[in-house]
């Protein structure tokens, strides 16, 4: 089902001098509040802004020293298993060895 009726024509004109005549008899209201109260609520806010950069600074800061020191404890760590690794390998390269040694000694009789 459509709508085949027509809407009237705007008379553009007279709609505009509507608009301006009821903007003209509408005035704003003003705040009741005194500006100095929407003055001292803007700067409390920064002060409460930059309050919360500072501490959200000395956190990652003092985070920043933790995790220096964790690294710094996991470095030495890591050297140290490293250390221990190649002492294990030159262990067992050595047993290994003397496992051929004993053997070759045992079937050839031969010493070295």
Known sequence: ?????????IDED???????DIANTVKPQ???RPPELFVSIGKKLGETLIHSAEEQVKTAQENLV?????????EKEIDRRDQEH???????????RSI?????????????
């Not at 051929?100 to 070295?112: E, H, I, M, R, V």
């Open 100 to 112: 051929l040694d004993a053997n070759q000694k045992f079937y050839d009789g031969s010493t070295k």
């Open 14 to 20: 007279a709609f505009s001098r509507a608009i301006a």
């Open 66 to 74: 933790r995790v220096k020191d964790f690294a710094e404890r996991l």
């Open 30 to 32: 003003r705040s009741s």
């Open 1 to 9: 089902m459509t709508n085949d009726r027509q809407l009237p024509a």
């Open 86 to 96: 190649s002492n294990f390998m030159d262990r067992l390269v050595n047993f290994g």
